[in-house]
């Protein structure tokens, strides 16, 4: 019988503190003070700062002096970093066309399935990762290896703006729709109708995001 490893004591510290962000449990602009958190979660400040040091590069903590605090919403930000986005995933798609085999789709439509089961039980944290379960297999099948990393370091500085508009059961109904519509366009292998989606999704995910900013 295979023995199971024990995750990293500074794995489970990022993942417990991630939650915690993106659910709203530690409030945008709060500040992070390592005692506190040590203490609250029982883990040593050796683990506890590697975790802190990756949710840093992720853009869901920064530093400021001596001080760090969790990110704060702001419009210019979640504007460039989507205007960024939109240019970089509308190229994966136009690359990707054609290029995704069956058993891709099949993946993509069981995390679609996921997605509608996680809304009926009202799951915000699950939609969120499932959504990005969802880009991510279409990165997957990008052949360019840059520009998947420049998207994903773009994907990851936004993860605080898509958690706050998966908030919303409204938007997570349309974001569904749009998924389907964009997965539809690329099993027809219509690069144009896809990269069209795409654009249009996130247009639509710039819009529900600015409604709480």
Known sequence: MALTIPEPLYQQAYKELKKLIVTGKLQPGEKVIMSKLAEQYEISRT????????LQSEG???????????????????LELYQTRLVLEKEVISSITN??????????????????????????????ELNTQFH????????NQRLIQLLNHVRSLLLIYRANINKKSKNNQEILKEHKEILAALKAGNKLEAV?????????????GLEDL
Not at 60 to 77: P, W
Not at 200 to 206: C, E, I, M, P, S
Request: hydrophobic share 40%; glycine share 2%; aromatic share 4%.
């Open 196 to 208: 069209k989606l795409i654009e249009k999704h996130l247009l639509n995910d710039q819009t529900r």
């Open 60 to 78: 869901l903590i920064v530093q400021e002096q001596s001080m760090m605090r969790i990110v704060e919403l702001d419009k210019k930000d979640f």
């Open 136 to 143: 991510e297999l279409m990165l997957s099948y990008c052949p």
């Open 47 to 54: 683990p506890l700062r590697e975790a802190l040091r990756q």
């Open 99 to 128: 290029l995704i085999p069956d058993e891709g789709f099949a993946k993509m439509e069981t995390v679609l399935k996921e997605s509608e089961a996680a809304m009926k039980q009202g799951d915000p944290l699950k939609i969120l």
